[in-house]
């Protein structure tokens, strides 16, 4: 009976353990089960959230691509119209490459020198005032020869004339301490003179809708 009783409860004693062991392996399973549903949803979330910012950037990319389709397209257009500008008015537009390149050489607005060579000689490289000035920028033989050390033969070339006046137009602004209208005047007048409307002339000549309308010629100095 006693035997009979301790093999009963060494039978009890294993099941239990069984059953313990048992337990702790289903919970170890559900435990990993559960972590391992964890990595998934985190997988899931950062795949979200990779996908999201390849998306925004994937409309970025459209919408950059779209943009420049439409810059390229401007573009074109704009080198359609210059070239049409260029063969009707070949020789205006040699002057206008002149005026943007020299200008920005010498520090100045290329709206202000165009206004300044439309009231000096009114667009015309052969120009001649009964003063003795030569040229776009009418520039004064008599004056600036020697100083200047002006090479006569070409007095009339775009390139040159141009480059002449600005060497003077910078000359007076130097002296004139930054004052453009001072600088015109000078450039206009020299020191015997005092032509009060030139500098009005040269702001109602300026290209630029927005300068010419206060006839602003202060600022236009790089």
């Not at 080198?79 to 205006?92: D, G, M, W």
């Amino acid at each position: 009976m006693t035997n009979y009783n301790l093999g009963k409860a060494t039978i009890i004693q294993n099941i239990k353990r069984a059953i313990f062991m048992l337990s702790f392996l289903f919970l170890m399973g559900l435990t990993g089960m559960f972590m391992a549903l964890g990595d998934i949803n985190t997988d899931y979330v950062k795949n979200q959230q990779a996908l999201y910012l390849m998306s925004s950037e994937l409309m970025n990319l459209e919408t950059r691509l779209n943009n420049n389709d439409q810059k390229l397209k401007n573009y074109e257009y704009m080198a359609y119209k210059v070239n049409a500008f260029e063969k009707k008015y070949p020789k205006f537009s040699r002057i206008v490459d002149s005026v943007y390149k020299k200008s920005h050489e010498y520090g100045f607005h290329p709206d202000l020198i165009l206004g300044l060579v439309k009231v000096e000689s009114n667009y015309d490289p052969k120009a001649v005032s009964y003063m003795g000035a030569y040229g776009l920028m009418q520039v004064n033989l008599e004056v600036w020869r020697k100083e200047l050390s002006i090479d006569e033969k070409n007095i009339f070339d775009v390139d040159y004339n141009i480059d002449l006046g600005l060497q003077i137009l910078k000359r007076y602004l130097v002296e004139s301490k930054g004052n453009m209208p001072r600088a015109l005047h000078l450039y206009n007048n020299g020191y015997k003179y005092n032509n009060t409307k030139y500098i009005g002339k040269v702001g109602d000549s300026l290209f630029n809708l927005s300068l010419n309308r206060n006839n602003n010629v202060t600022h236009l100095a790089n």
